[in-house]
């Protein structure tokens, strides 16, 4: 999955891959204060070449809310919100929404969903339909936070680190090892880094082709950009 | 049916085809059953069509080609259609029907003479919205021709767009080895049962002319379901909208039990009811609360109060509902007000869930004739201390039962009644009308569609969604420039509030209908008279007066457009009998009148014993 993080104030972004096995599940965001936790399920394509690099997705989303006694799973087939004993399946293919005081999760027959978690929290999952005879890809999701300024100052995880904005030093702008793209020097949390110019899609408004977001590509995982490696954040359940 | 001659095949008439074609598309279902029959004997012979089809449904159409010459039936007012009975049977003449209410049928029956070598077709068509009912949809067709038929023939074709879930049929008279002669095909929206048995495995023995088409032929489905808003379907400016949503968890349920132990119970009844309750209380789901309260013309409470339906609790009131006991009269009304006070009082005390459904089941098998023994005054006094909030569903035990006080009632305070036919499955449905109640999904279910748009909607607000059934809305587009039909839903689930939304491209879906070309293109409005005149009927129970009139007259006015054979229109069949024009009516028995209980027939030596009278008629409104 391609991750993309905001810095300085919005002026700018930063991306970087994770590239991680089919059934490994990351944690993106862990609130400790506010028990509250994000985790992603990655998958891979349909058929894996030996040799070849495996390019991994998102395919399913566990998030939880120790405090509101809210769990929800996110698959590409269905969203199952589980509160308390309580159990209530949607499909994709409907436009639906389910509120309960400070709780809220609205679905738009097959292209999103936004949840609302208190003021704690609004995230929107995007669904990537795919063809579904296509020999190699499957549909998979995006996660997109809208709102996190209630967590506290001990959120981590893989989005979770970025919650708090960070300051950047991006210099040294020069044309780069690949032809029409810049090479900078970035230094963040004290690591000095080779960062190329790129774009990546913000599929919220746009599910078909996204809109270009601009950012500086951070290579080897996100090296240096985020807290320890890729490893680190790998967990053994959705929730 | 060719009466008691076609028991003898030597007595010349012999029923050459016999074809029910049943099609059904959106869950309305459009029934027709043509017989052939020839008469082969010298002499003129009369020859019976006899049907039985569920009470549900409304006979749109009869005819009967003699000689080629056809007489239609006409749908007319109720009164209109009696004066021109009375005038036949005035004037001696046959006026040939016999009806009969069943359990799920209804009977129809007529008859012709035919003369020799002659042969007449009948044909008979009825129309039925099919009620999803425990998860699934059921079409049931009894067969009982009374003679081996060359060509008979039940051809069943469905097609729901929403997609088949499972398709089955049952047809408990056919030996195993026949099981396999019907046949089944099933694609995601199309399903169709064929069965086409030939005259050697109509024969219930080799060398015998029985037959073993005895029975019900019974096919069973349902469609895929999801947490969606349902399905809308638009033809011919009327949409149809079907709402089931699956994956939702239950909500918990209050129920008061009000148990009627009267001297009349006694017996097999009280047996009975003690076993299904039983039953019932061993289904009970944990987090559900209830009391019992039983009565004669005392009523007491089971330890005053009502209780969790914890293992324990239910344990200690299976121990009281085994010494439940038949003596004395039978005070309706103040067992149902200590009902509702228990109710009121358990709610005040927070003693229920908040979010929860109350009702009270009230079983019964006879009049009121203690205490407040009046049944208008009874019905006033429960729909006032009820005041809307819980539900009432009766059920009327027995063949004394004053059903229509009962179903005022419970139509009164949103429930309904049924009748519990006293047999030897009583229990099994007492414990299915539980069944069909135990479960609620929803609360306070809206369905919401562009007020300007559209007009003539059916009922679009229900208290409660119950696991198993289907909420249908139907109404008539009006704008005539509506590009897209928004259908929203707006409900209330065990702990959170649900809204669901679906949109449907007016254009896309009226082509992708009527591309099948599956069914009569009418079919959505047909089905939309359907459900309005049913709706109007259970509103009519507990109108006053002047609604009354009002709801009579829009009735009337749907039935007589649409052809609709209901509690208020008769049709009326010409029919040719010997050089003379007879006529008969058809009726639709109500759910009121007494159960005809099975007797039996005695001939004493030496007697004549007439097998059939000259008419036999009951009243049906």
Known sequence: PHFVISINDHSDAICFNIDGKPGAILNLVTDPYTDFVVNGELIGEKKIEINKKINTYFGKFGIVNNKMDVKVEVSTKTITVFHGEDKIVFPWSATASLTKESFSISIIKERNLTLTMGDDATFVIVLHRVWKNHPLHRD?????????HRFSSMTHGLLGQFYHEISAEIY??????????SDATMIVKGHKLRVTRGYQKDYRFDPKRGTNVPCWFVHY??????????????VSSLF | SIGEHGKNPESGLEIYSMKIDCKVTSRFAHNMVISRVVNRANESKEAFFEIELPKTAFITNFSMTLDGVTYVGAVKEKEVAQQQYQKAVSRGQTAGLVKASGRKMEKFKVSVNIGPTKKV???????????????KYEIQIRVKPKQLVKHFQIDVHIFEPQGIAFLDFDAKFLPNNLTSIVKKTLTATRGHVSFKPTLEQQRKCPDCDETVLDGDFIIKYDVNRDLSAGTVQIVNGYFVHHFAPANLTRIPKNVIFVIDHSGSMSGTKMRQTNEALLKILDDMNTKDYFAIIIFDDTSETWKNSIFQATPNNVAEAKVFVRTISARGGTDINAPMLKAVR??????????LPERSVSMIILLTDGDPNSGESNPTKIQENVKSAINGRYNVYCLGFGYDVKYSFLEKMSLDNDGVARRIYEDSDAPLQLQGFYDEVANPLLLDIELHYPENAISELTQANFRQYYDGSEIVVAGKISDDDLKSLIAEVFAQTANENLTLKAEVQVSEVENITQQQLYIFGDFTERLWAYLTIQQLLEKRVSAETNEKKNLTDRILELSLKYSFVTPLTSMVVTKPEENKNDSFVADKPSEDEKVPIQQRQYSYPGHAYSKRPSFTYVDSD
Do not use: A, C, W
């Open chain 1, 140 to 148: 998979f999701l995006g996660f997109y936070t809208l709102d996190s």
């Open chain 1, 221 to 234: 995982n996100g090296k240096g950009f985020i807290d320890g490696s890729p490893t680190d954040y790998v």
């Open chain 2, 342 to 351: 228990l109710l009121d009082k358990s709610h005040q005390d927070k003693l």
């Open chain 1, 172 to 181: 040294n702008i020069h044309p780069g090892l690949d032809e029409g793209k």
């Open chain 2, 121 to 135: 077709t009948f044909e008979l068509t009825y129309e039925e919205l099919l009620k999803r009912h425990l998860g």
